[in-house]
């Protein structure tokens, strides 16, 4: 059948109304170098810092230096099968990371893939690895403590949740352990944990993954990786990564607590990654944003107000000292950065004094703020007594002769000291630490030798948990330590110490 010109006319009318457009545009760059997880390309003339970027194998990478001529780009992963002459297009997005409750339990790289043989993570929740840190309208006090089980720290620098408290010292002093103990004690508390392991080996983290799965603390629990074998741009990216996973459970409302370990390796890997990129040097070699390299990932640490829903983030920041060189770069750095710091000396821990934390140059900058009343009546005078102890015994060792006084606050110090030892991954709850400190500051433990206080601090426990079970029950649910149950406890164990007899003896 025949159409005449008017049907016709309409019918390529409506066609053409119809019609839509399957193009494309694509900025494409070629790359003119590559080496050292390096990359240079030209023809990204519209590429955003921070982009990514991705080269014809599938390999990602993000825009950093956006130059004139060409584009600084960082490769997150191999770059052996990247050629020169390759083209690399961009994506128009910038770096996401898988987050949610399907992580819990696992060990993941720093880009968020899953390294631990478990299969894919099933999640369908992203957010971006850069982030702003909440305002301080949108924060609250840190008042709320966050128990470690280490009876040094709870008394001495305590924690609160929101706080970022750094723990520093030199190589092999006990910092791991501090952090690990931390995770170990959050068991059955309502915390999830996220442990950063930066530039380790990764024997050292599979170690460290299984003793999580022994302490059943796995559980509650991600675990992300960027080892030693890894390229600079991993280790530089995995702190932010892990980061912004613990955002998207501090915006449910949930408390999270992070440990970097350690900052000292992402700086290197920082300052590796800048020399490459051909940014200027300036102080021992770091660029000179070092300092907001971390400051914009430690401000991400808070503890939101109740009207975004009252979830934290507590961060443990890890940075190694040389020599005891507290004022380095680095350390200053993140000294300024935190809200205290938890300095481990050489010294204290090769004499046996573990863990090794120096009263003297650790402090909380929350105090007493993130501590419960019971334990802040116990240890009140206890750094104060710590630090006249430290005085005293550099004094005695001129042998000049002591009054009864000066023997008997040595004698106290020499206490206090084996009280505040603990052995490893051995965390203790926070009744038994306040019982135990009580019973040193009332003096029970002056006539027990030194070499006998552990075994007098064990026995004396499972004697209150048999005699007075109602006095320990009534320090956890309070948290207080109220007339009428320190007359209890004072009576409980003064009949105990009555009986004790010391196998130095």
Same mark, same amino acid.
């Given at each position: 059948?025949?159409?005449? #010109?008017?049907?016709?006319?309409?019918?390529? #009318?409506?066609?053409?109304?119809s019609?839509?457009?399957?193009?494309e545009?694509?900025e494409?760059?070629?790359?003119?170098?590559?080496?050292?997880?390096?990359?240079?390309?030209t023809? +990204?003339? @519209?590429v955003?810092s921070?982009?990514?970027?991705?080269?014809?194998?599938?390999?990602?990478?993000?825009?950093?230096? !956006?130059?004139?001529?060409? /584009?600084g780009?960082?490769?997150?992963?191999?770059y052996?099968?990247?050629?020169?002459?390759?083209? %690399? =297009?961009?994506?128009?997005?910038?770096?996401?990371?898988?987050?949610?409750d399907?992580?819990?339990?696992?060990?993941?790289d720093?880009?968020?893939?899953?390294?631990?043989?478990q299969?894919?993570?099933?999640t369908s $929740?992203?957010?971006? %690895?850069?982030?702003?840190?909440?305002?301080v309208m949108?924060?609250?006090?840190?008042?709320e403590?966050?128990?470690?089980?280490?009876?040094?720290?709870?008394?001495?620098?305590?924690?609160?949740?929101?706080?970022?408290?750094?723990?520093?010292?030199?190589?092999?002093?006990?910092?791991?352990?501090?952090?690990?103990?931390?995770?170990? @004690?959050?068991?059955?508390k309502?915390?999830?944990?996220i442990?950063v392991a930066?530039?380790?080996?990764?024997?050292s983290?599979? @170690?460290?993954?299984?003793t999580? $799965? $022994?302490?059943?603390?796995l559980?509650?629990?991600?675990?992300?990786?960027?080892?030693?074998s890894?390229p600079?741009?991993?280790?530089?990216?995995?702190?932010?990564?892990?980061?912004a996973?613990?955002?998207e459970?501090?915006?449910?409302? #949930?408390?999270?607590?992070?440990?970097?370990?350690?900052? *000292?390796k992402?700086a290197?890997?920082?300052?590796?990654?800048?020399?490459?990129?051909? =940014?200027?040097?300036?102080?021992?070699?770091?660029?000179?944003?070092?300092?907001?390299l971390?400051?914009?990932?430690?401000e991400?640490?808070?503890k939101?107000?109740?009207?975004?829903?009252?979830? &934290?983030?507590?961060?443990?920041?890890?940075?190694?000292?040389?020599?005891?060189?507290? &004022?380095?770069?680095?350390?200053t750095?993140?000294?300024?950065?935190?809200?205290?710091?938890?300095? +481990?000396? *050489?010294?204290?821990?090769?004499?046996?004094?573990?863990?090794?934390?120096?009263?003297?140059?650790?402090? *909380?900058?929350?105090?007493?703020?993130?501590?419960?009343k019971?334990?802040? $009546?116990?240890?009140?005078?206890l750094?104060?007594?710590l630090?006249?102890f430290?005085?005293?015994?550099?004094?005695t060792q001129?042998?000049?002769?002591?009054?009864?006084?000066?023997?008997? =606050?040595? @004698?106290?110090?020499?206490?206090t000291?084996? /009280?505040? #030892?603990?052995? !490893?991954?051995?965390?203790?709850?926070?009744?038994?630490?306040?019982?135990?400190l009580?019973? !040193?500051?009332?003096?029970?433990?002056?006539?027990?030798?030194?070499?006998d206080?552990p =075994?007098?601090?064990?026995?004396?426990?499972?004697?209150?948990h048999?005699? %007075?079970?109602?006095?320990i029950?009534?320090?956890?649910?309070?948290?207080?330590?109220?007339?009428?149950?320190?007359v209890?406890?004072?009576?409980?164990i003064k009949?105990f110490?009555?009986?004790?007899?010391?196998?130095s003896?």
């Amino acid at each position: 059948m025949a159409l005449d #010109k008017e049907d016709l006319h309409s019918l390529i #009318k409506q066609r053409i109304s119809s019609f839509q457009s399957t193009s494309e545009m694509e900025e494409i760059g070629k790359l003119t170098y590559l080496g050292d997880g390096i990359a240079r390309a030209t023809g +990204l003339e @519209n590429v955003m810092s921070g982009e990514l970027l991705e080269f014809e194998d599938g390999t990602i990478g993000m825009a950093q230096n !956006l130059e004139r001529k060409d /584009v600084g780009i960082v490769i997150f992963g191999e770059y052996f099968n990247i050629r020169v002459g390759e083209t %690399v =297009r961009r994506t128009g997005h910038i770096m996401e990371v898988p987050v949610g409750d399907a992580l819990i339990g696992r060990v993941v790289d720093a880009l968020g893939n899953p390294v631990d043989g478990q299969g894919p993570i099933k999640t369908s $929740k992203k957010r971006p %690895v850069e982030n702003e840190a909440p305002g301080v309208m949108d924060r609250q006090p840190v008042e709320e403590p966050l128990q470690t089980g280490i009876k040094a720290i709870d008394s001495l620098v305590p924690i609160g949740r929101g706080q970022r408290e750094l723990i520093i010292g030199d190589r092999k002093t006990g910092k791991t352990t501090i952090a690990m103990d931390t995770i170990l @004690n959050q068991r059955g508390k309502d915390v999830i944990c996220i442990y950063v392991a930066i530039g380790q080996k990764e024997s050292s983290v599979r @170690n460290m993954t299984e003793t999580l $799965k $022994k302490y059943r603390a796995l559980d509650y629990t991600i675990v992300v990786s960027a080892s030693a074998s890894n390229p600079a741009p991993m280790l530089y990216i995995a702190p932010y990564v892990a980061t912004a996973i613990a955002e998207e459970f501090m915006h449910e409302g #949930k408390h999270v607590l992070i440990v970097y370990d350690d900052l *000292s390796k992402q700086a290197a890997a920082y300052r590796e990654m800048s020399l490459l990129l051909k =940014r200027p040097p300036g102080r021992e070699a770091y660029p000179g944003d070092i300092f907001y390299l971390h400051s914009r990932l430690l401000e991400r640490s808070a503890k939101l107000s109740d009207a975004l829903g009252g979830g &934290s983030i507590t961060s443990l920041p890890i940075v190694e000292t040389q020599a005891g060189d507290i &004022s380095a770069y680095i350390p200053t750095n993140v000294i300024s950065i935190t809200d205290g710091q938890i300095f +481990l000396e *050489s010294e204290l821990f090769f004499s046996g004094i573990r863990p090794a934390i120096s009263a003297g140059l650790s402090v *909380s900058r929350v105090g007493g703020s993130a501590q419960t009343k019971a334990m802040k $009546k116990v240890s009140g005078t206890l750094r104060l007594d710590l630090a006249t102890f430290r005085e005293l015994e550099a004094f005695t060792q001129f042998g000049s002769d002591l009054d009864a006084s000066t023997q008997q =606050r040595l @004698n106290r110090g020499h206490r206090t000291v084996e /009280v505040l #030892k603990q052995g !490893l991954h051995q965390v203790m709850p926070m009744e038994e630490q306040v019982i135990i400190l009580y019973a !040193l500051t009332k003096g029970f433990l002056d006539v027990v030798p030194v070499r006998d206080i552990p =075994r007098f601090e064990s026995e004396l426990m499972t004697n209150l948990h048999f005699a %007075v079970p109602h006095v320990i029950e009534e320090i956890v649910t309070t948290k207080k330590l109220t007339d009428e149950v320190e007359v209890e406890l004072f009576a409980a164990i003064k009949a105990f110490a009555s009986g004790f007899i010391p196998h130095s003896l």
